[in-house]
């Protein structure tokens, strides 16, 4: 996959990780959006002052959503 399509805005892969603002900004969810989907179960990894979101995370996220 060339280097653009991985930075396409939108796009989540399953096998990525993503730093918490740029998965914010892939997604475009705000500041709102972003604390509800963690209130509402979405996993956020800490690692020293840096946050990540797994893309599989995302995705099984969507799936529960999709089925509530």
């Known amino acids: 996959m060339s280097l653009t399509a991985r930075k396409t805005p939108g796009v989540i892969r399953a096998d ?9 900004r892939r997604c475009r969810l705000g500041e709102f959006a972003l604390r ?3 209130q509402k ?16 995370h995302w995705l099984e996220f969507l799936e529960q959503q999709a089925g509530a």
């Open 36 to 38: 509800e989907a963690r």
């Open 41 to 56: 179960g979405l996993k956020v990894i800490s690692v020293g002052r840096r946050r990540y979101v797994l893309g599989r």
């Open 16 to 24: 990525e990780a993503y730093e918490l603002r740029e998965f914010a």
